[in-house]
């Protein structure tokens, strides 16, 4: 993406990938709740942001080293990469 001021990883992202499933993988594989559903860019998984109590697009991106999500949250358009703590709109 050509994206004004984003990192490296922001702009190795081809074309943002959106959440085929609007539920965290995770949570629903353990019965949790969430808050808030990021979407992963290295592999498309959704999983549940850091307000969520298992942090599970977190936790994923340090594990699998995938550093960009997306938020999967209606109405909104922006990236952020962990390993920049930086965040940008689309
Ligand atoms: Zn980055
Ligand atoms: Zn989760
Ligand atoms: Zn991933």
């Not at 992202?13 to 499933?21: C, D, F, G, K, Y």
């Not at 969520?52 to 960009?68: D, I, L, M, T, Y």
Request: aromatic letters at 6%; hydrophobic letters at 30%; one cysteine or more.
């Amino acid at each position: 993406m050509e994206l004004e001021g984003a990192c490296a990883h922001i702009r190795d992202v081809p074309q943002v990938r959106v959440a085929e499933r609007r539920e965290c993988e995770d949570c629903v594989r353990v019965g949790a709740a969430w808050v808030h559903l990021r979407t992963c860019q290295s592999c498309g998984g959704t999983r549940c942001c850091d307000s969520s109590p298992n942090q599970h697009a977190s936790g994923h991106a340090r594990a699998a080293s995938h550093p960009v999500i997306c938020s999967a949250e209606p109405g909104e358009r922006w990236l952020y990469c962990f390993p920049d703590d930086e965040g940008v709109e689309y």
